[in-house]
T-cell receptor, first 117, second 115 residues
């Protein structure tokens, strides 16, 4: 079974530039997460999708971050304009949650390491 | 709000020995899962083991086992017969029914395995 695919693996940009990350979840997984992992910290949820609808984006800095999941499959996360403090690894994860049940496992991609200089 | 605390930023273990990583959590929910994820240098988070709160029996997966103390809200991971490939960041995570299936992660423990 193919895993969660993310691209690019690495990105270096200057502050105030724009950047986009792409995620292709495991086939059939309705739930998709974007996490931000700053060096030395645990992943922090940015946004959660259920199919193509947003379940939770309360921690997404909406003045500069945006995300979409067209057709309920692939997702893109965009930062515009980037700040130095956005330097982090951006992880995408997907899950298959049976109706009425709790999520018991998330499958993660290898992440995109973003460096803002 | 749910919080997950890992008080050991770094741990080391001799190859073939046993090490225990600590995790505590805070929640008012009764229905939840706890997880240990491993993150090697490749950055991909890999599920090591999970525990359902309703199960009293501690989960075990080969060399990995947990000590789940529900009343104390403690969830430690024991790695037996440590191998070089166990070297990684280990994250404790929580998910509860009310949080709409959000994972909450601790800050991680970096495990070094000494040959």
């Amino acid at each position: 079974e193919a895993g969660v695919a993310q691209s690019p693996r690495y990105k270096i940009i200057e502050k105030r530039q724009s950047v986009a990350f792409w995620c292709n979840p495991i086939s059939g997984h309705a739930t998709l997460y974007w996490y931000q992992q700053i060096l030395g910290q645990g992943p922090k949820l940015l946004i959660q999708f259920q199919n193509n609808g947003v379940v939770d984006d309360s921690q997404l800095p909406k003045d500069r971050f945006s995300a979409e999941r067209l057709k309920g499959v692939d997702s893109t996360l965009k930062i515009q304009p980037a700040k130095l403090e956005d330097s982090a690894v951006y992880l995408c994860a997907s899950s298959l949650i049976p109706p009425g049940r709790m999520n018991t496992e998330a499958f993660f991609g290898q992440g995109t390491r973003l460096t803002v200089v | 709000a749910q919080t997950v605390t890992q008080s050991q930023p770094e741990m080391s273990v001799q190859e073939a020995e046993t090490v225990t990583l600590s995790c505590t959590y805070d929640t008012s929910e009764s229905d939840y899962y706890l997880f240990w994820y491993k993150q090697p240098p490749s950055r991909q988070m890999i599920l090591v083991i999970r525990q359902e709160a309703y199960k009293q029996q501690n989960a075990t997966e080969n060399r990995f086992s947990v000590n789940f103390q529900k009343a104390a809200k403690s969830f430690s991971l024991k790695i037996s017969d440590s191998q070089l490939g166990d070297a990684a960041m280990y994250f404790c995570a929580y998910i509860g029914a009310r949080a709409r299936n959000q994972f909450y992660f601790g800050t991680g423990t970096s495990l070094t395995v000494i040959p």
